[in-house]
């Protein structure tokens, strides 16, 4: 079983940043992709954000690319999102994702965090 918790959310301006972070702990392996995925209210999931296990490879959505940026601390089994120049679109939950084999790109991951809320005021 792979635990995940997320942490970091809040509310602020748009034009600000935050910083989410996302601890692993249980079973994950070497191999496991982490992902950021995001829902707005009324609609579905979106992928925003992912990292290979060394961090050597990494995947934005468009909508997020140039502003934010993914990278992890395998010594702490923590993912980092560092999130700029927000935008009000990009008020969602944020759920961090693991899982062995996914497409990173897609939003199919197995295991998933609670979430944490990120809202963004204009």
């Known amino acids: 079983q792979v635990q995940l918790a997320e942490s970091g959310g809040g509310l602020v301006q748009a034009g600000g940043s935050l910083r989410l972070s996302c601890a692993a702990s249980g079973r994950i392996s070497s191999s496991y992709i982490i992902g950021w995925i995001r829902q707005a209210p009324g609609k579905e999931r979106e992928f925003v954000a992912a990292i290979s296990y060394r961090g050597r490879v990494t995947w934005y959505s468009d909508s997020v690319k140039g502003r934010f940026s993914i990278s992890r601390d395998n010594a702490k089994n923590t993912v980092h999102l560092q999130m700029n120049s927000l935008k009000s679109e990009d008020t969602a939950v944020y759920y961090c994702?693991?899982?062995?084999?996914?497409?990173?790109?897609?939003?199919?991951?197995?295991?998933w965090g609670q979430g944490t809320q990120v809202t963004v005021s204009s």
């Open positions: 994702a693991a899982d062995p084999a996914v497409v990173a790109t897609t939003p199919r991951y197995n295991y």
